[in-house]
């Protein structure tokens, strides 16, 4: 099983994910994790670099160096992550076409639907968090690390709701299921957790709808 963890800068992405690796393991379930990249073609990777510092340049050129990335991760990466048992992506289509989108001002549909084309790196569950914005806001501005422009609070905003579409766009393109939730509370932190392991104990298919978790 592949499972995907998107949202915006301080939804609690890192959080989570540390929480499901060690509840996996406890449970001797061996659960992997990879980022959003494979960072594998060098002229990608350098189209992709840019793309992160908020450069977008020439708006193909940019959808094929993500395109590719993501064809090579399936196949060198992910492919063989899972044959050692489930995975765990912190960020992944998602995320790559809300940037795509936020950098050239374009619907978010459009690449959702380019990146879904490649169907082994499709998860079988994708996690939405839902976060507000000004939470993870509050909640970057106590980190050590040098700001990046996803995370001024304008294009956080603006990326909140573009991951909103996003996730409506994948249900509707691959049928396939994105559970939307806040991590604000200790309470939602759990409810996360608890969805998840069902989903990585069964190791099967969820039902393919788009599902909205109660707050």
Known sequence: MLLALE???GAGKSTLRDRLLATAHAERIPLSHIGQFSWLSHPATRTLIR???????????AME????????????NISVALTEGPVLADRLT?????LLALLHRQHVDTYVERLAEQ????????VLLTTEPDICHDRITRRATERRFTEQPEAAARLADLYNEAADAWAKATGLPVLKH???THAD???LVNACMKDLRS?????ATNKEASR
């Not at 160096?65 to 060198?76: E, I, N, T, V, W």
């Open 7 to 9: 949202g915006i800068a």
């Open 51 to 61: 793309l992160r510092a908020g450069h977008g340049g020439d708006e193909q050129e």
């Open 65 to 76: 160096a993500a395109a590719q990335d993501l064809a090579l991760h399936s196949r060198f």
């Open 94 to 98: 998602l995320s790559t076409a809300c």
């Open 119 to 126: 169907t082994e790196a499709r998860p079988q569950l994708t």
């Open 182 to 184: 806040p991590c604000t």
């Open 189 to 191: 932190l759990e409810a």
């Open 203 to 207: 190791a099967g298919s969820p039902t």
